[in-house]
């Protein structure tokens, strides 16, 4: 069966520190896409990145850096040098072939940075 | 203007009324999602639609039902509401393929009493 875990609920951060947010996937499928998504504290979801079953190369813009490791089933998220700006809860999603376009959320990790 | 919108953005009622979330999208895709999330739960799927004569249960779908009036719209119905149905609900589109995102609308915040 289909699960995405993120085992932080929630992290606390200096201002300009570095973080990484962990997204545990399973799936029997060979053939998946990951999704990380942003909630700010307003509320909508903002699509952030996918990334491929067949493409584990990091993928890093701007301050923002993603690390798919199928050996481990992982999709980890940093942010470099935080920002109050990141303060946001962070979603994980996995969608796979056997499952359509249906997606698995994992139950986020509320993010907060103290200026 | 948005390409997902939903309607009301918040709703407060009573026990045992009957509630109807409705979703529309401007973006012209054939599928459609409701979630729910809840504090600690992450956003769950209650019912989706692939296209208009194609509805499915998601994982938490008693208590509710869905109609899908049009490609574009997308309802979301609690029958009987109950205070454990008090909840964030999210309406999400996408286009076909594997690799596309769910694109959101801004949410519903709905307390049952």
């Known amino acids: 069966a289909q699960k995405v875990t993120q085992a932080q609920t929630e992290i606390s951060v200096v201002e300009k520190e570095d973080v990484t947010l962990d997204c545990v996937y399973e799936?029997?499928?060979?053939?998946?896409?990951l999704f990380w998504y942003k909630q700010p504290p307003s509320g909508e979801l903002v699509f952030l990145i996918r990334?491929?079953?067949?493409?584990?190369q990091n993928e890093i813009s701007g301050r923002y850096s993603w690390n798919f490791q199928k050996s481990t089933s992982s999709f980890n998220f940093t942010i470099t040098a935080s920002q109050v700006v990141d303060s946001a809860v962070y979603f994980c999603?996995?969608?796979?072939?056997?499952?359509?376009?249906?997606?698995?959320f994992g139950t986020g990790t509320s993010l907060t940075v103290i200026p | 203007d948005a390409d997902v919108t939903q309607t009301p953005r918040n709703r407060i009622t009573k026990t045992g009324k009957r509630i109807m979330l409705e979703c529309s999208q401007t973006?012209?895709?054939?599928?459609m999602y409701w979630y729910r999330q809840d504090p600690g739960l992450g956003l769950r799927l209650i019912y989706y639609?692939?296209?208009?004569?194609?509805?499915n249960k998601g994982e938490i779908s008693d208590g509710y039902s869905v109609s899908r009036q049009a490609q574009a719209k997308f309802s979301l119905s609690l029958e009987s509401a109950i205070p454990n149905q008090t909840a964030l609900y999210f309406c999400?589109?996408?286009?076909?393929?594997?690799?596309?995102?769910?694109?959101f609308g801004p949410g519903t915040r709905l307390t049952v009493l």
């Open positions: 999400a589109t996408s286009d076909r393929g594997l690799a596309d995102e769910q694109f």
């Open positions: 799936t029997r499928d060979t053939t998946y896409y």
């Open positions: 990334r491929n079953s067949f493409d584990e």
């Open positions: 999603a996995l969608s796979d072939v056997s499952t359509g376009n249906q997606f698995y």
């Open positions: 973006k012209g895709h054939d599928r």
């Open positions: 639609s692939f296209d208009v004569k194609d509805i």
